[in-house]
């Protein structure tokens, strides 16, 4: 899935507010399972992964650069 769709459905899952940079939006593509996973871990993954960065702005906030 690109990015952009992750993003929407992370925040759907686990109630944040998931933004990405523009520079991502409609790019990358990921694919993986996961099953009970906090949001951060999932994050932790793909930025470990891919290369991208995120940071938390508040609890219910999450940016992807």
Same mark, same amino acid.
């Given at each position: ?15 944040? /507010?998931?933004?990405?940079?523009? /520079? ?6 990921? /694919?993986?399972?996961?099953t009970?996973? $906090?949001l951060?871990?999932?994050? $932790?993954?793909? $930025?470990?992964?891919?290369?991208? /960065?995120?940071?938390?702005e508040?609890?219910? $906030?999450?940016?992807?650069?």
């Open positions: 899935r690109l990015l952009t769709r992750c993003a929407m459905t992370w925040s759907m899952w686990y109630g944040v /507010n998931v933004v990405l940079a523009d /520079n991502l939006v409609g790019k990358g593509c990921i /694919n993986f399972t996961i009970d996973e $906090s951060e871990s999932v994050l $932790s993954i793909i $930025s470990a992964t891919t290369g991208v /960065n995120y940071r938390f508040s609890p219910k $906030s999450a940016i992807v650069y």
